[in-house]
């Protein structure tokens, strides 16, 4: 009896363990993703600048277009 109690103990000490194992390697995936999000909206902030930056340059050139439909471009370039 003393045998299968001492059996025991070690199966759910071994679980323990790797239980605590993927509960570290999760908070690891988890401060990963935190990094890659952080680092994605960074990027989208400097593409959105660069675009907002490309309109105002793009706004110097007369396309002989109305300004109507110069301004229904842009709405549709936004969306």
């Not at 323990?16 to 909206?41: D, K, P, W, Y």
């Not at 309109?55 to 110069?70: D, M, V, Y």
């Amino acid at each position: 009896m003393v045998n299968a109690i001492a059996s025991d103990t070690n199966e759910q000490a071994g679980k323990l363990q790797r239980a605590n194992q993927t509960v570290a390697e999760m908070g690891t995936i988890a401060q990963s993703n935190a990094a890659m999000s952080e680092e994605t909206s960074a990027a989208a902030r400097g593409l959105s600048e660069q675009s907002d930056t490309l309109i105002r340059e793009l706004q110097q050139f007369h396309t002989g277009r109305p300004a109507h439909a110069e301004a229904q471009r842009q709405r549709r370039w936004a969306a």
